[in-house]
């Protein structure tokens, strides 16, 4: 018998191709077989169409909406580990101070360089290497928590503006993204001060129309701009569309 499985139906949609003879309705839950074998329980959002062999249907399947959640898990993550790098690295100063003190108390900084008996000599280079050592093990630290932390912010800038298609309110957004690039392109196109103050009145509210065209790059590259604006409102409506299509 043939086993229920996983269908990319569109680029950030999943769906299943089911194996039944009832027609499934939206809300059933089903019992999904993945590409090593495990089984996995899924809501059916609608059918999209029926098998050719007409022994199964193709569905697609309700979103969990897990992608804001793992990319939130990374951003706590990320902050987690440049805290943890923190200690380390305030951890590895006391150990270089130390390492100086261990050969003579008081032997940090410039005391450093104090005559030292030929005997005492190898006992020194052991102290200033370990001291070095911790010193650039700090340094090493230091630096991987900033990377911790950066990428953590990235992660943070990219969830404020992007729309998952797994998202519960992915349509809404994606219309309304539609409609503000169309009122931008309106007042690039004409460069009336009417489309400018429709535009500052809907979504720049207490900006002159100058900080407005300021803010939207409009005296930069306008030919190019127009090319770019365009493009988005197709993507943005196509998209939409295609979640309306599939999970509407």
Known sequence: MKENHYKKLAPGIWGCVIYTDNQPSHGDTVTLVTRRGKKKQEQ???????????DGF????????????????????????AQARERSADERIKKSIKAMQDFRPGMDGPGMMQPVHPRERGRLA????????????????KAKAEDHRSTGENIEDQLAGAIYSN?????EK????????KAKHKAFKGNRDEDWRALRDEYYAGQTIEQV?????????HCFTMDYLRRDIRAAEKRAARLQRYLG
Do not use: F
Not at 69 to 80: G, N, P, S, Y
Not at 131 to 140: E, G, K, S, V, Y
Not at 174 to 181: F, G, H, M, N, P
């Open 44 to 54: 059916i959002s609608k059918v999209t169409h029926i098998l050719k062999t007409g």
């Open 58 to 81: 193709v569905c697609s399947l309700i979103p969990r909406g897990q992608t804001r959640a793992i990319k939130t898990a990374r951003v706590a993550k990320r902050q987690e580990w």
């Open 126 to 141: 052991r102290c200033v290497r370990r001291r070095d050592d911790h010193m650039l093990a700090h340094i090493a630290d």
């Open 167 to 171: 998202d519960p309110d992915a349509i």
């Open 174 to 181: 994606l219309t309304a993204k539609a409609t503000y690039l």
């Open 213 to 221: 065209k300021e803010v939207c790059d409009y005296n930069r590259q």
